[in-house]
Nanobody
């Protein structure tokens, strides 16, 4: 059974940092693209960052404009991806989801596998 499990969310003050982790199991994800999305109350799920597999052990990071310079995505191994978030802002408050698919996209509905999400709350 394929599972993606996120961890690392929490409540932090504005300007603080968090490190989110996603562990995938149930199959090898070495050739899968993996990404992070977030969904704030009343809003659509949006792309945050992704790690695009380009063959072998080469991956490329990709970010939404709104988080460039503050978020860093890392493919730790074929089944684990992390998201370092610095300089947190109240508008970063959302449930953060890990996702994986064979095709790379910024569109949430094009991803096959999803985690259950982890809550990030930033107080001002």
């Amino acid at each position: 059974q394929v599972q993606l499990v996120e961890s690392g969310g929490g409540l932090v003050q504005a300007g603080g940092s968090l490190r989110l982790s996603c562990a995938a199991s149930g199959r090898s994800f070495s050739s899968y693209h993996m990404g992070w999305f977030r969904q704030a109350p009343g809003k659509e799920r949006e792309f945050v960052a992704g790690v695009r597999w380009s063959g072998g052990s080469t991956y490329y990071a990709d970010y939404a404009d709104s988080v460039k310079g503050r978020f860093t995505i890392t493919r730790n191994n074929q089944n684990t991806v992390s998201l370092q978030i610095n300089g947190l802002k109240p508008e970063d408050t959302a449930v953060y989801y890990c996702a994986a698919d064979l095709a790379y996209s910024h569109k949430a509905d094009e991803y096959e596998y999803w985690g259950q999400g982890t809550q990030v709350t930033v107080s001002s």
